[in-house]
């Protein structure tokens, strides 16, 4: 927010106190106020300011930008969209799908959706509700509305852009009316996605709408470039202190690292997540580079090592290279399989830009903050297990967490990626369940440091799982030095390979069921983090058993009531 500059003609008191107001206001708020001081102007002055007039504004066209959002993506593209619709003489509302009914969206007129995919196609946890009811046979009818949708995704994803696509196709189905084609975006969605919004809007508008442009008084209060570090430009993170938590003997490489934020502007909350820039292996470069017959580019592999993504492989890459090459593959040919595969297996040599052009950008990984400001300082750390496996008869590394592990171990690039859905209670007093097996302890680190710290009285009660007690026990002196000092008040734990008999968090919850339905019945909020696949799946249906058990009539509803009520927090990947 640009704000009043010292040189402003008041006193330092009167700028401290227009800033403060300026800085929490609201786009309309202003818009309201610039007009104010023009009418103002005009009536007390003898010769006005030259601003522009408070004329009454024409009406302005009702818009609403429907978001649909995990990570915070396509949240702040719908703030973005919001402020170009403002631009073009909209009156744009921004609204959540969790806080919208479809009786709701039926009497909308025009409505700009903005959607990710998640899981394997399934909708962020908060839009789950909102696909339920769109999807559901007595859903209204939607005649009024018109309406695009953007669609966020990973190509890299089997289900690319479902949600958006359902959306889309369901919409059309109730009678609304698409006004633009769906975008359907890929993990290097920004510019894409702004010029698709900057084009869609106008079609938006209602042809026969006058121009209201000159009825709106256009203050441009452009993010300022002090924000922080982001994707583009990330900062450069000093390693300060790094340990492997995983023993010798473990079948994990799980490493504490320790990343110095000084001079970052980067503010983190508990919950919240750094982006991680990654670099490529440069021997898989080197292994493309040859492939493609083009060793000995030099500019092209610094490219390949810190620009483009030279792991994951598409259908549609797979289609591009055989227009390319004439290479035939049969459907589902990429799966498991990496680009040096595909440019092994066509054996055709290609030129430096057909190489690039069959490329994505390099995306960046995220890892949950597994510390708290408030006992750590101007500093962030990360849980990161290194990822290894062989396919295809072939040794494969994590790009990111190898990098951060094992090759560039001084230092790393990071963003904030802020996790405002995935918080602490604002209230001390509540209890809370973190059910964190693996990777998934790292922000509940976080929130046991910030609990500490603010000497919050609600109780804590930890669920971990890893495989070995002895080799995987991530935090173990911690979590008991928080259980001997009373911040911790329950630790479960269970460790799947140290019996016979596999045993998951989800066992040690199960165990725990009349307990843990009496904390949610009290009002603790639980909380989720790990693996999305198997562990959250299980965790989710564990405990609707759970509460099915311990006497509700309707578990689902129960649980989607604690949802609905913020008591049930996800953060899986
Ligand atoms: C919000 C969020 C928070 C996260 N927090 C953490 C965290 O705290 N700690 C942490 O360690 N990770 C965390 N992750 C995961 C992290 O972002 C990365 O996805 C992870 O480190 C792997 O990245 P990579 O670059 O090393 O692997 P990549 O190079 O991205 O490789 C991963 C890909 O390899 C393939 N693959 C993996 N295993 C196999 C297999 N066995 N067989 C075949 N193919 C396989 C899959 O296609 C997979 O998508 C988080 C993710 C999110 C979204
Ligand atoms: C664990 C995980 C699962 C995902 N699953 C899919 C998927 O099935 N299909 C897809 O197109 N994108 C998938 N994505 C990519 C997200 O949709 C993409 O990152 C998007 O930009 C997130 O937007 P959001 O921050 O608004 O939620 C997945 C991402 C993650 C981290």
Redesign the pocket.
Known sequence: MPLLPKTAPFADDQIAALNSVMSASTADQRTWLAGFLAGFAAANDPQPLNLPTATAPARRIPLTILFGTE?GNAEALAAQARKVATRLGFAPKVVDMADISLEQLAEMDNVLAIVSTWGEGDPPQRAIDFQDALMAEGAPRLDRVRYAVLALGDR?YAQFCAVGQRIDDRFSELGATRIAARLECDVDFEASANAWIDATLPILKPADEPEANHAVIHVDFARPSTDGPTRAKPFTAEATDRVRLTGSRSTSDTHHIELSLEGSGIAYEPGD?LGVV?RNDPALADAVLTAAGLSGDAALRTALIERLDI?TLTGKQVADFAALTGFAADPGWET?RQIVDLLEAGASKLTADQLTGLLRPLPP????IASSRKAVGEAAH????G?R?T?FGRARQ?????DLTQRTRDRAQVFLRPNPHFRLPTDPNRPVIMIGPG?GV?PFRGFLQEREAVGATGKNWLFFGHRNFTHDFLYQLEMQDWLKDGVLHRLDVAFSRDQPQKRYVQDAMWDQRAALAGWLRDGAALYVCGDMNAMAKDVHATLMRILGETGSKDAKAELDAIRRDGRYLR?V?
């Open positions: 990570s890299a997540a990654p792991t498991g990984r995220y890892y949950s990360l849980l990161v297990a990822l496996y396919s994590g790009v990111a967490s190898i990777t790292a953060d990947y």
